[in-house]
């Protein structure tokens, strides 16, 4: 996908020498980091002997444990642009490596090192600039009338419906029991996916006697309360998660009937009325299917779930991808891959991919640079992208963290949702908690309804004014109003004249990325 342009709000960038090999990688002259700032480090490399391997950036000092902060699938014989950051706890001389995964024997070659350091107002300011690019568009407004009398003083109101970006909540099954979880939750969030309820184990714990009673009646709640829905999950690679009864196939044949038939009953049930689905959990920690039905098994999955619900971006769900610089198993790298893999294969190449990250971050400052990175990658294909489970245990600076991490999704132009693995004290939520047992918000609670708030247009009415250029041909008069910045989403137009009683006019109204930076939006009046 394009990416907007890069802001410069830091510090100029410090170009950095190469000074040694450091035997399967390269390490540059010894820089000084200092505490809390936010450095973001890019570089060029390419492989001398092996094909392709991954290629990470790290750093290790006194008094500084071992961070990794990023990495690239290096090639040989070609260039490849590795991003990535730290964020350091101490001020203290670090020395920065590259080093290839897995080969002692890769030979690396390093290029065009920059590091560029922020203080946090400063990529705060960069994440807000960024925003104003990929979350907004000018709209004006030319309305045709029948004279110049119902132009004065007319005025056009602009109402929010729906934000584009949606920021949602996971909900369970307490919800059916709690008026009151019910009330909190529908007053605040516009988007979920259910924890437990779609999942195979609840849906069928005795082969061949379905039971949807739970998820029917969330559904049924959710589009009673126009709340989207993104299904969670037609089925989980990692054997643990799988009813019971399922566990205990071991004919192949068999597995692959009662996968169908799982993928038709969840699939078919739900069919227009989701945003998306996972549709095989975890793929890349867990191999189950792989291991029972073939090599080729996520990708035949996909492949049906695309033929059973064509419409519906169909998502892969993995962890530590965004949230764990040092993962290798789910890194961007591989789930980019994975990705891939499945929409390469024969007859697939049409898919509605998406690509889930759990984020499920440890209760510890998280390295943005390196998941703004991770997020360059994982959007690199150009699926939606969402944080799907993003919770964090409490800590003291719980509330700070979140909000750094979801400021840093808001400001990329690949992210399109996320989901909070969060909800009020009496649901069971006991990391992220954003209500007591009473309903009152906590801090956590406090910091998400204000970020609601922030990234819902406020509603605004604007003024129209005749023109001297009128179409004459029609003997009409053209009104214009003031360009005006809106959130992208849908909204409720509405044209009056308080000087006219029966002067009003209200129609729908999208606006989106596609639009472009300015939209024009054209109508008639008739009075």
Known sequence: MELPQTINTGEIFQELKIKENGGNGKAVDRVNLHKGNIYSIS??????????????????????????????????????????????????????SFKSDGSAAAEINVRNVRLQRFNKTQWRLQQDQVIEKIRKSKVRFQVSFQNKSTVEGSLISIKQIRPSFLLGCAMNSQILESDSYREWFVSRFRATSFTNEMKWYTTEEVRGQENYTLADAMMQLAEENKVLVKGHTVLWDDKKWHPIWVKSITDPEDLRNVTLNRMNSVMKRYKGRLIGWDVMNENLHYSYYEDMLGKNASAMIYSLASKIDPDVPLFINEYNTIEYAKEGVGSPINVKNKMEEIVSYPGNMNIKGGIGAQAHFVPAQPNLPYMRSALDTLGSLGFPVWL??????????????????????????????????????????????????????????????????????EPIEIPVTYHEHNDEEQNRIIGFSPEVSLLHGHYTVTVTNPWMKNFSTTFSLEVTKETGHLQVVQFELDV
């Open 388 to 457: 799907t489970e993003v919770d964090m245990p409490k800590c003291p600076d719980q509330v700070k963290y979140m909000e750094e991490i979801l400021r840093e999704a808001y400001s990329h132009p690949a992210v399109q949702g996320i989901i909070l693995y969060a909800g009020p004290e009496m649901s069971g939520f006991d990391k992220l908690t954003l209500a007591d047992k009473d309903f009152n918000n906590t801090e956590a609670g406090d910091l998400i309804d204000k970020l609601l708030q922030e990234w819902q247009q």
């Open 43 to 96: 570089a060029w490399v390419k492989l001398k002997n092996e094909k392709e391997i991954t290629v990470r950036i790290t750093l290790r000092g006194k008094n500084v444990r071992y961070i990794d902060g990023g990495q690239v699938m290096a090639k040989k014989g070609c260039w490849s642009l590795l991003k990535g950051g730290f964020i350091v706890n101490v001020s203290a001389p670090v020395d920065i």
